[in-house]
């Protein structure tokens, strides 16, 4: 069964840094992308940012700059570097991965359990 574990969050000042990670494990055939999404009370789950197996990523349009994705497909991680935090990207963030699992099976949205951030002086 696979799972998602995710590390790094906590409380920080604005303008400062924070590094999240993400390792999956279990039965994975193939790890295709990845991403992180975040959610803040009272809103919506949204996407911050995805990479694709080969690199190709993608972010939202607020953290751009900001943020930086990257993943090792030898340790099936996927991490998220974010500078220059401000208030408003504080959420809880979770890890987001889609997952073959086997040769026979299709390939699934899988989702860590969440990890807080707290930008705030």
């Known amino acids: 069964q696979v799972r998602l574990v995710e590390s790094g969050g906590g409380l920080v000042q604005p303008g400062g840094s924070l590094r999240l990670s993400c390792a999956a494990s279990?039965?994975?055939?193939?790890?295709?992308?990845m991403g992180w999404y975040r959610q803040a009370p009272g809103k919506q789950r949204e996407l911050v940012a995805q990479i694709t197996s080969s690199g190709s990523t993608n972010y939202t349009g607020s953290v751009k700059g900001r943020f930086t994705i990257s993943r090792d497909n030898a340790k099936s991680t996927v991490s998220l570097q974010m500078n220059s935090l401000k208030p408003e990207d504080t959420a809880v963030y979770y890890c987001?991965?889609?997952?073959?699992?086997?040769?026979?099976?299709?390939?699934?949205?899988?989702w860590g359990q969440g990890t807080q951030v707290t930008v705030s002086s």
């Open positions: 987001n991965a889609n997952i073959r699992e086997n040769w026979r099976s299709l390939a699934a949205d899988y």
């Open positions: 279990g039965s994975i055939f193939r790890l295709n992308t």
